[in-house]
């Protein structure tokens, strides 16, 4: 059955034990002045759809341990670019990458790395959520037992479930389809599976656009957990969702109708909701466009 | 442009606010023209206009209020809203505080005072007029160039603050008038620093509004270079 699910899908969860990359954690000033460690730099990144240049250039620091949002209208190319991060891109055919993507010291678009044990450290959840047909406890416990996980899987289940806010809503059930649960826990059951392969960040692309607002704000109260112990960059249409959650907002923005999409500007997200630099972040971020 | 129904909202309570700034700068010209003059009868239809002001202000909060929840404004909205609240407060506020002085000069007209002193308060009053008028004119021309030039304009309001505590202090040896009016005399003085106070700030808020900086610091600059040059 696993065969049948898209490649996107598979890269959630399918892994390979493969040695982690040796962790290093520079110390660099955030863009907010304090310092905190850097989980991903992205440098000169561009992306491509056959000929067809979607995204350019953009360079920017995810810190550990930070919410880093991607805000911007549609089409400017926030689904494109956080899919890169994690090689997702490359799934799709004539889709490319050009430039540089580090996790930490690693290269992730180096020779020798497997795009699957990047998946494996950098995770993802999308938009619509896409639990397998599986009991709920398989849906946590399928990824960790098939990337060689040895320890306790009923803790390794109760642990991510529990991170991801939805153990005391589900631990009666465990049994139960996960395709049963509502589209909200549904979401956090995704979150779960994610977490359970013990990624290094996680990217979430417009995770809560398809929840109701109780959902969603669950869902954001869950990465106010998550990034203790994660880094998270999340794409999102709801600007007050990124003001809500994020440390730092990234602004994509395409300048005339056929350009790639760039990353506009880029600061603490408590300066890009109050005062940003750039007229066009300021018209995005009010409302007056997008 | 999209968000126009908010953009209107804005922009009609930005046209209340001013329209409050300018009723409350008719009741200052009165004032000062009431104290030029001694004439109790211009004061006395000053009075009574604090409650209306401070009834119209609560209007412009609540309306206020109501956009941040319904709009969830950020930047240069929410600095607007934000802005239009202090705003608001400041021009309340110096509504108040001409009642007040009108209030003295009605139960003052008889007294006899030192005509040193008056004059001190009418130049003091006159000079706090014009802070406040150019604290609204900022507001409402966003031109905030001019907003530092009011700091320099209320250091003159604070040297006459002074002087015209001195002459309460010591009065001259005419006798320095009716110990009661000497006494106002006092709280004008206070009032009247308020006033000019709260159009300095009206302008630096304006800074805020436009620029997202705080004026605070620059004017903190400014303050410790002329301590420096002395």
Redesign the interface.
């Known amino acids: 059955m696993e065969m049948e699910r898209t490649r996107e899908e598979r890269g959630v969860s399918e892994a390979e034990n493969k040695p982690g990359i040796r962790k290093k954690t520079p110390e660099m000033s955030s863009v907010a002045g304090e310092p905190s460690a850097l989980g991903m730099k992205i440098e000169n990144l561009s992306a491509f759809y056959g000929s067809f240049k979607a995204v350019t250039d953009v360079s920017m620091d995810i810190l550990i341990n930070k919410v880093t949002a991607i805000i911007g209208p549609s089409g400017c190319g926030k689904s494109t670019f956080i899919r890169c991060l994690n090689r997702m891109h490359e799934a799709i055919p004539s889709a490319r990458t050009e430039g540089c993507v580090m996790l930490e010291d690693q290269d992730i678009y180096a020779k020798e790395v497997d795009p699957v044990s990047i998946r494996r450290r950098i995770g993802m959840v999308f938009q619509k959520p896409n639990p397998f047909s599986k009991s709920i406890y398989e849906n946590v416990a399928w990824g960790a037992r098939i990337n060689g996980y040895r320890g306790d899987m009923d803790e390794l289940v109760e642990r991510s479930l529990r991170r991801a806010a939805l153990w005391d809503e589900v631990k009666d059930k465990l049994k139960k389809s996960g395709l049963d649960l509502s589209g909200g826990q549904q979401q956090r059951l995704c979150i779960a599976r994610t977490l359970a392969v013990e990624p290094d960040v996680i990217l979430m692309d417009e995770p809560a656009s398809a929840l109701d607002p109780v959902s969603t704000q669950k869902i954001e109260d869950t990465m106010a957990d998550l990034k203790q112990r994660y880094t998270v960059v999340i794409v999102t249409h709801n600007?007050?969702q990124a003001?809500r959650i994020s440390d730092y907002t990234g602004f994509f923005y395409i300048e005339d109708m056929g350009d790639p999409g760039r990353l506009w500007e880029f600061d603490g997200t408590e300066k890009m909701?109050?005062?940003?630099n750039r007229k066009e972040t300021?018209d995005y971020?009010?409302?007056?466009?997008? | 442009m999209p968000r126009e129904t908010f953009q209107q909202e804005l922009d009609d309570l930005v046209a209340e606010v001013l329209s409050l700034g300018g009723e409350v700068e008719g009741s200052l010209e009165n004032m000062v023209k009431a104290m030029e003059t001694r004439d109790a009868g211009l004061a006395n239809r000053e009075l009574g206009v604090d409650v209306r002001y401070k009834g119209w202000g609560t209007k412009i909060d609540e309306e206020s209020m109501i956009l941040q929840a319904r709009q969830a404004p950020v930047a240069r909205d929410l600095r607007l809203l934000y802005t239009v609240q202090t705003v608001t407060n400041h021009l309340v506020r110096s509504g108040t505080l001409t009642e007040h002085i009108c209030h003295v000069i009605v139960d003052t007209v008889e007294s006899e005072r030192d005509e040193e002193l008056e004059a001190t308060l009418i130049e003091m009053a006159r000079t706090a007029r014009t802070i406040f008028h150019e604290g609204l004119d900022i507001f409402k021309d966003r031109d905030i160039e001019r907003a530092r030039d009011l700091q320099a304009k209320d250091d003159r309001v604070d040297l006459l603050y002074s002087e015209a505590l001195n002459l309460i202090a010591n009065p001259s040896a005419s006798g320095g008038g009716d110990p009661e009016w000497r006494m106002r005399a006092a709280l004008i003085v206070h009032y009247l620093e308020r006033i000019a106070d709260h159009g300095v700030d009206i302008g630096g808020r304006t800074v805020f509004l436009v620029t997202g900086e705080r004026i605070e610091r620059a004017m903190q600059q400014y303050l410790e270079r002329d301590l420096g040059e002395e």
């Open positions: 600007m007050q003001a909701f109050s005062n940003p300021e971020v009010t409302g007056r466009f997008g």
